[in-house]
């Protein structure tokens, strides 16, 4: 079975930093690129950024770009996100899916979070941040 569980949630004064973690099971880890999404209170779903297979790309959104890190630990099966100077806008409840990643095809994996679609998902983990 496959699951994808998030953890390292929860509130936080701006400016102030949070770590999450993606904990991946039931699936080849390293057959898969791991992407990190967010979506707000009356909010479309955001794509926040991906991490490639092997380590092979990495992908920020705009809106996060120089504040957040994505980073993988292959041994663990576990993705996480480095969250620093939080900003109230970056309250959500986040999300991490997978998507088996076609490497040669698309070596980037930002194709997967804008444009594809991811295979799996976990369940969210909120994020506040308060002003």
């Known amino acids: 079975e496959v699951q994808l569980v998030e953890s390292g949630g929860g509130l936080v004064q701006a400016g102030g930093s949070l770590s999450l973690s993606c904990a991946a099971s039931?699936?080849?880890?390293?057959?898969?690129?791991i992407g990190w999404f967010r979506q707000a209170p009356g909010k479309e779903r955001e794509g926040v950024s991906c991490?490639?297979?092997?380590?092979?790309?990495?992908y920020y959104s705009d809106s996060v770009k120089g504040r957040f890190t994505i980073s993988s630990d292959n041994a663990k099966n576990t993705v996480y996100l480095q969250m620093n100077s939080l900003k109230p806008e970056d309250t959500a409840v986040y999300y991490c899916?997978?998507?088996?990643?076609?490497?040669?095809?698309?070596?980037?994996?930002?194709?997967?979070?804008?444009?594809?679609?991811?295979?799996?998902w976990g369940k969210g983990t909120l994020v506040t941040v308060s002003s």
């Open positions: 039931g699936f080849t880890f390293d057959d898969y690129a």
């Open positions: 899916a997978a998507v088996r990643h076609a490497l040669i095809r698309y070596p980037r994996c930002s194709v997967y979070v804008t444009k594809y679609g991811m295979d799996y």
């Open positions: 991490i490639g297979r092997y380590d092979s790309s990495t």
